[in-house]
T-cell receptor
Framework: DAKTTQPPSMDCAEGRAANLPCNHS???????VYWYRQIHSQGPQYIIH???NNETNEMASLIITEDRKSSTLILPHATLRDTAVYYC??????????FGKGTRLHILP | DTEVTQTPKHLVMGMTNKKSLKCEQH?????MYWYKQKAKKPPELMFV???????INESVPSRFSPECPNSSLLNLHLHALQPEDSALYLC??????????????FGAGTRLSVL
């Protein structure tokens, strides 16, 4: 079973920051938080991952709370092309990726 | 370059046919994966190859037969499939085996219809 809880859907206005929450209250010390997204009819796309420090790359930022029980993926300036299902996944180095149901993000023009 | 190439993009087959799906990556990754995704569901892991050896089989029926001829290629041989096997089949690769962590990079998938 997936170890994460995400809202089933969210809306965000184009040009605004999209903040996608994820709860992982049973996360262990050696487990990483990964984010992927899947645009309709395409394969999942890796976005970012982190252990306990906040991370940023060209696509997004990942904010992990100090107790590591939740995290937020931030898309700083959402565009229509960011409409997708976003998956938050917790895994350690020995785990397979288990996808949960994800959050369906709608970017509104 | 994080490209994983899957062919064909679409496949229609009868229940008595034999067909193969192909996946290729040239990133030097040593782990490759097959996933199955039904409509409106998340992807589900089927097989993992690590250093060209099968390391995980998620109790997949024998009508699905994976093969890893070399470190860049992954095949999925299909035989005597059922209509309920119709799905999007995704291939992925990662730098090391699933036991070592690191992101997986996915192909665009093969959409399979079994008639």
């Amino acid at each position: 079973d997936a170890k994460t809880t995400q809202p089933p859907s969210m809306d965000c206005a184009e040009g605004r920051a999209a903040n996608l929450p994820c709860n992982h209250s049973t996360i262990s010390g050696n487990e990483y938080v990964y984010w992927y997204r899947q645009i309709h009819s395409q394969g999942p796309q890796y976005i970012i991952h982190g252990l306990k420090n906040n991370e940023t790359n060209e696509m997004a930022s990942l904010i992990i709370t100090e107790d590591r029980k939740s995290s937020t993926l931030i898309l700083p300036h959402a565009t229509l092309r960011d409409t997708a299902v976003y998956y938050c996944i917790v895994r350690n180095r020995d785990d397979k990726i288990i996808f949960g149901k994800g959050t369906r993000l709608h970017i509104l023009p | 370059d994080t490209e994983v190439t899957q062919t064909p993009k679409h496949l229609v087959m009868g229940m008595t046919n034999k067909k193969s799906l192909k996946c290729e990556q040239h990133m030097g990754h040593r782990a490759m994966y097959w996933y199955k995704q039904k409509a409106k569901k998340p992807p589900e892991l089927m097989f993992v190859y690590s250093y060209e050896k099968l390391s995980i089989n998620e109790s997949v029926p024998s009508r699905f037969s994976p093969e890893c001829p070399n470190s860049s290629l992954l095949n999925l041989h299909l035989h005597a499939l059922q209509p309920e096997d119709s799905a999007l089949y995704l291939c992925a690769s990662s730098q090391e085996s699933v036991g070592r962590g690191g992101p997986q990079y996915f192909g665009a998938g093969t959409r399979l219809s079994v008639l």
